[in-house]
């Protein structure tokens, strides 16, 4: 249901804002979950990291952009803004404009 699902999400965006907190240590403990056997767990997480894993994270969002599941729309989305030069913020959960970045 609608509630519980916004209820984790607040969970799960406060936890993101924690761990951004502690730094690199912080980015590498939510990073081990770029190779969680749960797809959408490696999406949402590769969303998140993009900025800060990108090599990994867009590899994640390709693998995932292929699949006939519906998170493979996040992941389409997450590459095209990245291609654009945006990418979702965790810790202040703004979408930031990018100076420079890697080409894909």
Do not use: F
């Amino acid at each position: 249901d609608s509630d519980t699902a916004n209820e984790h999400y607040d969970m799960y965006i406060k936890t993101l804002r924690q761990l951004n907190k502690l730094g690199e240590d912080g980015l590498s403990a939510l990073a081990k979950l770029l190779d969680s056997e749960n797809i959408v767990v490696r999406v949402t997480t590769a969303c998140y990291l993009i900025h800060y894993r990108t090599d990994k994270a867009i590899r994640v969002l390709t693998e995932a952009a292929k699949e006939d599941r519906g998170i493979a729309m996040l992941a389409q989305v997450t590459l095209k803004r990245w291609e654009h030069g945006r990418y979702l913020d965790p810790a202040s959960g703004k979408e930031v404009q990018l100076n420079l970045r890697k080409p894909l």
